[in-house]
């Protein structure tokens, strides 16, 4: 099996969000921390510190270190509760915290899930549920790990794969609402560098 270098978890939800934004972290190692990036290191914070503690028929791990040899995928859990059956098994349970609500998009459940994936091969178990944590209505978001969301994690993955093994950083698309809350917006330049190369030229020559 050939070696791949491997994709971290959490640079899927930045995937789906915005492809070029991936590829920016990724292929160019471009970040920037604005108002939400920082609420969102302020929610990690007792959750970025590796412990564990057991109550009843549930041990917690914090900050578990996640793979899959597989999909070529890595990273850290936030959480992981395992559920002690009747059977003596243990079943995980990954939780992911994230700032704010739950959202109309995926990007957030496809990340729990490739946790579940690396869950799965790391204990040779299978992992049919977990939960997102969301800090602003403070309560789980529970998630189902069903056919749909698994298929959609890996083709993430998968094209994820290709923008590594391409080198290639998709074009910008500005969409307002969106690109305004991008905190590379200024490395990303959305209105220039998502114009064609003549409307481009056009406008800095309308500049001079």
Request: hydrophobic share 35%.
């Amino acid at each position: 099996m050939q070696t791949q270098e491997p994709i971290y978890l959490s640079r899927l939800q930045h995937y789906l969000f915005c492809p070029r934004q991936f590829a920016l972290i990724e292929l160019e190692d471009i970040w920037t921390e604005n108002q939400f990036t920082a609420e969102g290191q302020v929610l990690h914070q007792r959750v970025n510190q590796a412990d564990q503690q057991k109550r009843k028929d549930v041990r917690t791990v914090w900050a578990l270190r996640l793979s899959n040899e597989e999909l070529g995928i890595e990273g850290v859990a936030d959480v992981v509760e395992y559920h002690k059956q009747p059977d003596g098994a243990e079943i995980p349970y990954p939780i992911e915290y994230k700032r704010g609500k739950p959202k109309k998009h995926s990007a957030d459940e496809v990340q729990l899930c490739a946790q579940a994936l690396c869950l799965e091969e790391m204990h040779d178990i299978e992992v049919p549920e977990g939960a997102l944590f969301y800090g602003e209505v403070r309560r789980r978001h529970p998630v189902v790990f069903d056919a749909a969301l698994r298929d959609l994690t890996r083709q993430t993955i998968l094209a994820c794969r290709a923008i590594v093994q391409t080198k290639i950083t998709p074009k910008a698309k500005y969409q307002a609402k969106k690109c305004r809350g991008c905190s590379l917006i200024d490395q990303c330049h959305p209105k220039d560098f998502g114009k064609s190369a003549a409307a481009w030229l056009a406008q800095q020559l309308t500049k001079d």
